[in-house]
């Protein structure tokens, strides 16, 4: 069964580092999503992304992060000057379709930890 | 505006018991109810879903969930637990009324289930 996969499980870096998160769709699907958990909250969603450009970001995504996508299977997530509370597990879903009757397949997550 | 609950952080039950797993949600339009599921080292797996139609729906690995409109509730059931049904979950919900033309879901910040031997 084809799965969203992501590298690395686990980056520590220090506070001003940049990081760049890095996800494998699975490959039929079209549109491309990154979400965060900090440790005890809820599953909060940054960004996603179709047709190589960003179609929707919540507040969380200021202009520290930005996503790409390089070549016809990778989607990174790149924050350009790590916090203290970006430490987060990241996690990278994929969707064929974003219709109502859509569901999400998600990668395993990236643990962030910025000390 | 969409927003969920998950009112409990764990929940434990021992194997062979009936287990439920709580979700409720506030739309404003009609709900779309999602349920993940996430075993550790693993990402989020879909488990079920409601769209619309009979209010009891089936899924994944013995699991089901009851829409039920009166009480913004989604439930998570299972008739007897499995000690591999350990993980944390996960309601999420989505809806037709998306604001701003929105279609992402938003997600509860898990349960997490344990079921002893």
């Known amino acids: 069964e084809p799965e969203v996969t992501q590298t690395p499980s686990h980056q520590v870096t220090q506070m001003g580092q940049e990081v760049i998160l890095r996800c494998v769709p699975i490959?039929?699907?079209?549109?491309f999503y990154w979400y965060r958990q900090i440790l005890g909250q809820k599953v909060e969603f940054l960004v996603s992304?179709?047709?190589?450009?960003?179609?929707?970001k919540s507040e969380i995504f200021d202009d520290q992060f930005s996503v790409e996508r390089p070549d016809g299977s990778n989607f990174t997530l790149k924050i350009r000057s790590t916090k203290l509370e970006d430490s987060a597990m990241y996690f990278c879903?994929?969707?064929?379709?974003?219709?109502?009757?859509?569901?999400?397949?998600f990668g395993p997550g990236t643990r962030l930890t910025v000390l | 505006a969409q927003s969920v609950a998950q009112p409990e952080d764990q929940v434990n039950v021992a194997e062979g018991n009936p287990l439920t797993v709580k979700c409720t949600y506030s739309?404003?339009?009609?709900?779309?109810l999602f349920w993940y599921v996430q075993y550790p080292n693993r990402g989020l797996q879909f488990l079920l879903k409601?769209?619309?139609?009979?209010?009891l729906v089936k899924g994944s690995y013995g699991f089901e969930a009851e829409f039920n409109k009166s009480q913004t509730s989604f439930h998570l059931k299972k008739p007897s637990a499995l000690v591999s049904d350990s993980a944390l979950y996960f309601c999420?919900?989505?809806?037709?009324?998306?604001?701003?033309?929105?279609?992402?879901?938003?997600f509860g910040r898990g349960t997490s289930l344990i079921v002893h031997p």
């Open positions: 409601y769209i619309t139609g009979d209010n």
């Open positions: 739309v404003s339009g009609n709900p779309y």
């Open positions: 992304f179709y047709n190589n450009e960003i179609s929707e």
């Open positions: 999420a919900v989505r809806d037709t009324l998306p604001s701003g033309g929105s279609y992402i879901p938003t």
């Open positions: 879903a994929s969707s064929h379709s974003q219709g109502a009757h859509n569901e999400q397949f």
């Open positions: 490959s039929n699907h079209l549109y």
